[in-house]
């Protein structure tokens, strides 16, 4: 079956540790997606990919970096210098959307959670 | 910059009775998708319904339909019959058409309680 599939589910991390998020798709997507989750501020972009080998910061990039040498794997490493990585990061992919496409949504991965200890 | 604001941080409704959530964005494009998500306990995040800002028809999912209205820059979500399967976070999002079009921008969610 196709889908997007994040590991590990539950990471806990020590100050001062980077820490990477796998993020892997089988859906012959072109974009990727990674979000962070926190209680009352929604999904919030933290990066993207359309293509191998380029991606762009979203709206809270800092503290994270992001790899694409693969189509189908975009994995988001959280950096000692985020002060307050503890969330729920949701990873995503899509189609690259042209009029009248179908299938416009994106699609998510179930998720992982991460804590600061 | 693309924003999308949903004003209803928690929202309540009976069992088998309707419930209307609102968004709305701001954007200077003329194409574009729209779309609400559904995120249960679970977090899976679940696609409800999509509309293409170019139709004019508003996108109906069996209980679940949409209000687009393109020149106010609004687009709600109405649950018709509301189950208790229905309880969730919901989320508005945009995306554009053409160019750097892979951005998906989201609201901060409603959450939806159903009562029995």
């Known amino acids: 079956d196709g889908g997007i599939t994040q590991s590990p589910k539950y990471l806990f991390r020590k100050e001062g540790q980077n820490v990477t998020l796998s993020c892997e798709q089988n859906?012959?997507?072109?974009?990727m997606y990674w979000y962070r989750q926190d209680p009352g501020q929604g999904l919030r972009l933290i990066y993207y990919?359309?293509?191998?080998?380029?991606?762009q910061k979203g709206d809270i990039a800092e503290g994270y970096s992001v790899s694409r040498e693969k189509k189908e794997s975009f994995p988001l490493t959280v950096t000692s210098a985020q002060k307050n990585p503890t969330a729920f990061y949701l990873c995503?992919?899509?189609?690259?959307?042209?009029?009248?496409?179908?299938?416009?949504?994106?699609?998510f991965g179930q998720g992982t959670r991460l804590t600061v200890v | 910059a693309q924003t999308v604001t949903q004003s209803q941080p928690e929202m309540s409704v009976q069992e088998a009775e309707t419930v209307t959530l609102s968004c709305t964005y701001d954007?200077?494009?003329?194409?574009?998708?729209l779309f609400w998500y559904k995120q249960p306990p679970s977090r899976q995040m679940i696609l409800v319904i999509r509309?293409?800002?170019?139709?004019?028809q508003n996108a109906t999912e069996n209980r679940f339909s949409v209000n687009f209205q393109k020149a106010a820059k609004s687009f709600s979500l109405k649950i018709s019959d509301s189950q208790l399967g229905d309880a969730a976070m919901y989320f508005c999002?945009?995306?554009?058409?053409?160019?750097?079009?892979?951005?998906?921008?989201f609201g901060k969610g409603t959450l939806l309680t159903v009562n029995p």
């Open positions: 995503a992919s899509s189609i690259f959307v042209q009029k009248g496409a179908r299938d416009t949504e994106a699609f």
């Open positions: 859906l012959n997507h072109d974009a």
């Open positions: 990919s359309q293509i191998v080998n380029d991606f």
């Open positions: 954007t200077s494009e003329s194409d574009y998708y």
């Open positions: 509309q293409e800002a170019y139709k004019q």
């Open positions: 999002a945009y995306r554009r058409l053409g160019g750097s079009n892979y951005k998906l921008t």
